[in-house]
């Protein structure tokens, strides 16, 4: 089904012009997708028949330029409208029975393995990660790519080693050689849209988290006596963020009936000052043995970079030497920012030996905060290196934790929370800015008709410049009266624009 005009442009790695190559280039498919927009496109050489020979060579002037396209940006004209815009993920040249295909799906850059880390004796004793190693001319060419590996037992050593060889291995594009015995000449380009490149970076935020997890097989009374009446742990963060949830390592000895209560303070002389909130679990809710609990500050508490503040924990009733509450401590003092001290009914003291508390303080913020946070500064290395901004319109939502440990991609973290937000859509412009907006009202802006094919709704064809990823629908009255939401739309020539369901 014809589409009027289409033209396709192709741009250099850095977005400028790039001098055209003597090759007339075919609209095979394309498709939108919600989240995202832009989603996947085909184009073929509608011409190779009409070039000479020597040129249809990979190793030729004109096979070199073809496949240096692989990363450059491409955008589609529907009659001088932008209608598809993405980059080159894998191009498919092939003379005769023999081909060529280049792909950059596989390539990774930046690579660190995670690993569980054996003794000398061969246990397992902490899961730890290698740094990350890069490959700079490959990341200048086409920008940087991660591939964050695993490992269920290793030592340091073979973690590294199987870092380096898989950068080594995988730090430049994929070439793969074809047999095609039907003597097809074909040159084919596979595209991506912007979206999917937020899954080139593992999401790391470096916010959202402060923590001494690490028990050291001790505890600290609370609440057993007057010199135990009160416990405080001093920390401080990197980054200024907002803080929502405290979690210890707590159990009780005895029958407490009351509530434990825990506090997060300013500092004031090295010693707990304002409080700055306060939340409170019923002993009822309290294991005898030591597991962490979490307490829920009813307002994040925002933390300043570099600024002391202090956990305290105490118990809302009169102390008793039977019925008490206790909090796993570590004498080796494994947190060099800060410390534990203990109010004994008239100043704070420092306990004897010195010991750090397990705690956890977690930062919260909306759903559509954290959207905005998560492209980051739109540089080399953050997951919106090719972005060129970010838009979230609407109002702040529930609030969520913030901290990731980067195990996941920032496009997979964005689609997650993209699924907590009622109604919204987001699409990357062929500016390159991310959107994030709420839905339209529920009014159909095209039909589907009963042969399948999305109209105007006047019945005539649906110019592709209209197309958006995410749109309301109608369908013949006959089926459903309503309009429907549809998040996936693909276009051949031969079917013209169809719908994608769910």
Not at 224 to 247: C, H, M, P, Y
Not at 361 to 381: D, F, Y
Request: charged share 20%; proline share 8%.
């Amino acid at each position: 089904m014809s589409a009027g005009r289409m033209d396709v442009l192709i741009r250099q790695r850095d977005f400028s012009p790039r001098p055209a190559l003597p090759l007339r280039w075919k609209v095979d498919r394309m498709r939108w997708s919600d989240p995202g927009g832009p989603d996947t496109a085909v184009f073929s050489a509608a011409n190779l028949g009409g070039l000479p020979a020597a040129a249809l060579h990979p190793n030729s002037w004109l096979g070199a330029g073809v496949l240096d396209l692989i990363r450059c940006p491409v955008e589609v004209l529907a009659d001088g409208s932008p209608c598809w815009w993405g980059w080159v993920e894998q191009i498919i040249f092939q003379v005769g029975a023999l081909g060529l295909q280049v792909d950059l799906s596989q390539m990774t850059n930046r690579v660190a393995v995670r690993y569980r880390r054996l003794s000398p004796a061969g246990v397992a004793v902490a899961d730890e990660q290698t740094d990350w190693a890069d490959e700079p001319v490959s990341q200048e060419r086409y920008g940087i790519k991660e591939a964050l590996l695993r490992m269920q037992n290793a030592t340091r050593e073979a973690a590294a080693a199987t870092r380096n060889a898989w950068l080594k291995e995988h730090s430049s594009i994929q070439e793969r050689v074809l047999v095609n015995r039907r003597l097809n000449d074909r040159l084919l380009l596979k595209c991506r849209g912007w979206f999917s490149t937020l899954d080139w970076i593992n999401y790391r935020p470096g916010v959202g988290m402060e923590e001494h997890p690490l028990p050291g097989g001790t505890s600290q009374a609370v609440g057993s006596g007057t010199s135990t009446g009160k416990l405080g742990q001093s920390f401080r963060v990197d980054a200024n963020w907002s803080a929502g949830e405290i979690w210890l390592r707590i159990g009780k000895t005895g029958n407490p009936a009351d509530s434990l209560r825990v506090q997060l303070c300013a500092d004031s002389g090295g010693s707990p000052g304002m409080v700055l909130g306060t939340a409170s679990n019923p002993a009822a809710d309290l294991a005898a043995e030591v597991n962490w609990t979490g307490f829920s500050l009813p307002t994040p508490v925002e933390l300043k970079i570099k600024e002391p503040y202090w956990i305290v924990v105490a118990r809302s009733d009169k102390p008793s030497s039977t019925d008490y509450y206790r909090i796993a401590t570590d004498e080796s003092c494994g947190y060099p920012p800060g410390g534990v001290k203990l109010y004994n009914g008239s100043a704070w003291v420092l306990p004897m030996p010195q010991v750090d508390a397990n705690f956890r303080v977690v930062g919260m913020e909306s759903a559509t905060g954290q959207i905005r946070r998560i492209p980051g500064a739109l540089t080399p290395g953050t997951p919106g290196q090719f972005l060129s901004g970010v838009l979230v319109e609407g109002e702040p939502d529930s609030l969520l934790p913030v901290w990731r440990d980067g195990s996941r991609t920032a496009g997979v973290e964005l689609r997650s929370l993209l699924s907590m937000i009622s109604l919204c859509r987001a699409r990357v412009t062929p500016e390159r800015w991310l959107i994030v907006e709420p839905r339209p009202e529920p009014s159909a802006a095209c039909r589907v008709g009963t042969d399948g094919i999305i109209q105007s709704l006047d019945g005539s064809p649906l110019p592709l410049g209209r197309i958006q990823a995410g749109m309301w629908v109608a369908f013949s009255p006959v089926f459903r009266s309503q309009p429907v939401w549809l998040p996936g739309m693909l276009w051949t020539e031969r079917s013209g624009i169809i719908p994608v369901l769910p």
